[in-house]
């Protein structure tokens, strides 16, 4: 049996195609969003949002709710918080960012404890399930990339200025501050969808591994942003058969095939400009 009919295989199952596709919705999100993350270097405030996100998954679990909803609403007044911190005491935002991740995942884990009843589906949140995709998740996720795309396209040009130059930005007028927040929350958005690929605890390396692969090699951030859901895709589509053919869990092997193409194309890079004599 040949490669091609192996994946041919693999990919006849519903649940394989729905994972596929939503690999490549969220490939088309983090890739966007991710270069985004990159360059402007606010990777732990990314995390930041990542990890406060499990908050509205308590909290909705708690009160009966849908928990991607809480997930939703939690990254999204996560983001616009830990925004606003950034954007007002610079010198001092890990530090409180960190606080509010913190009392994200700890307000999530109290409100899980007190949900009385198996609770196993929850860990699904926490290291992801791509394998158990739904039809109605791919609609969320087709939806939030529809937005990322719109945003990406709407503001290209003022998110460019901004990510290379924001004093500049600044003083030729641009929303700055309302553009910043516009994106965190794009971010929000991305780690909800993205959750359900690697889980929340990964969604920060699926948001910045293919971005900084594609930064080794581009310093444009069309061209960086188009190679990074390209390598989102790949990374996705090799983890996907990896997983299934080894029975391991997909989001990890994804990540784990993302870690090791970046380690390999950094090596790559680093020996191409410091050739051994």
């Excluded at 966007?32 to 509205?56: D, E, K, M, P, S």
């Excluded at 909705?60 to 925004?83: E, K, N, R």
């Excluded at 290291?127 to 990406?152: K, N």
């Excluded at 965190?184 to 990964?202: F, P, Y």
Aim: proline share 3%; no cysteine.
């Amino acid at each position: 049996m040949t490669m091609i009919d192996t994946i041919q295989n693999i990919f006849a199952y519903d649940f394989m195609r729905n994972a596929l596709f939503a690999s490549l919705l969220v490939g088309v999100v983090s890739g966007l969003v991710g270069t985004l993350v990159v360059l402007n270097r606010i990777v732990f405030l990314g995390g930041g949002i990542a990890h406060a996100a499990y908050g509205g998954i308590g909290l909705a679990y708690y009160f009966g709710q849908d928990p991607m909803l809480g997930a939703i609403l939690f990254s999204i007044l996560s983001a616009l918080g830990m925004g606003v911190v950034h954007l007002r005491t610079k010198t001092r935002s890990d530090t409180l960012i960190g606080v509010m991740w913190s009392i994200g995942m700890a307000v999530g884990i109290i409100f899980v404890s007190l949900t009385p009843g198996f609770k196993a589906d929850l860990m699904s949140y926490l290291f992801g399930s791509l394998l158990a995709v739904s039809g109605a998740d791919l609609q969320l996720m087709a939806l939030v990339a529809l937005l990322v795309i719109v945003f990406v396209l709407l503001f290209y040009r003022s998110l460019l200025a901004i990510s290379f130059d924001e004093t500049f930005s600044t003083v030729r007028n641009l929303p700055v501050a309302a553009l910043y927040l516009m994106m965190l929350v794009m971010i929000g958005l991305t780690v909800v969808v993205a959750m359900r690929v690697v889980g929340l605890i990964m969604v920060i390396a699926m948001l910045t591994i293919p971005p900084a692969t594609a930064n080794l090699f581009l310093k444009d951030m069309k061209g960086m942003m188009l190679l990074s859901v390209g390598l989102s895709w790949l990374f996705s589509g090799v983890g996907l058969v990896l997983s299934f053919t080894l029975n391991l869990q997909a989001g990890s092997v994804i990540i784990l095939v993302a870690a090791l193409s970046y380690l390999a194309a950094a090596a790559y890079k680093k020996l191409s400009v410091h050739p051994k004599p």
